[in-house]
């Protein structure tokens, strides 16, 4: 298999210590330490910040999902897989 190949069925995997071919997950990883610098003691963070994390994680337009949030297309997935419209018309 060619490096770094990715299709729509498949997971994408790349060369081990090769972060170039890894930009969503290093882009989120700097994303994160901007809460969680390395010098931080991990088992002093508590749920609620955990969670405040990740909330403004998953609230962050990107890019790479048209300027929707991982949250949006999250729940549009689901909503598909449930066979239902995930933005319902108003009646």
Same mark, same amino acid.
């Given at each position: 298999?060619? =490096?770094? +190949? *990715?299709? $729509?069925?498949?997971?994408?995997?790349?060369? !081990?210590?090769?972060?170039? &071919?890894?930009?969503?997950? +290093?882009?989120?990883?700097? $994303?994160? @330490?901007?809460?969680?610098?390395? =010098? @931080?003691?991990?088992? *002093?963070?508590?749920?609620? +910040?955990?969670?405040?994390?990740?909330? $403004?994680?998953? *609230?962050?337009?990107?890019?790479?999902?048209?300027? =929707?949030?991982?949250? +949006?297309?999250?729940?549009? =997935?689901?909503?598909?897989?449930?066979? $239902?419209?995930?933005? !319902? &018309?108003? &009646?």
């Amino acid at each position: 298999m060619p =490096k770094c +190949e *990715a299709s $729509r069925d498949y997971p994408m995997f790349c060369d !081990p210590s090769s972060p170039w &071919q890894k930009g969503t997950v +290093e882009n989120t990883n700097r $994303r994160a @330490r901007r809460w969680l610098p390395r =010098k @931080r003691d991990i088992t *002093a963070v508590t749920d609620h +910040e955990l969670k405040m994390i990740c909330d $403004r994680l998953n *609230a962050t337009p990107r890019k790479c999902l048209g300027w =929707k949030t991982p949250a +949006e297309v999250f729940r549009e =997935k689901m909503m598909v897989e449930m066979d $239902r419209s995930p933005y !319902p &018309q108003k &009646q």
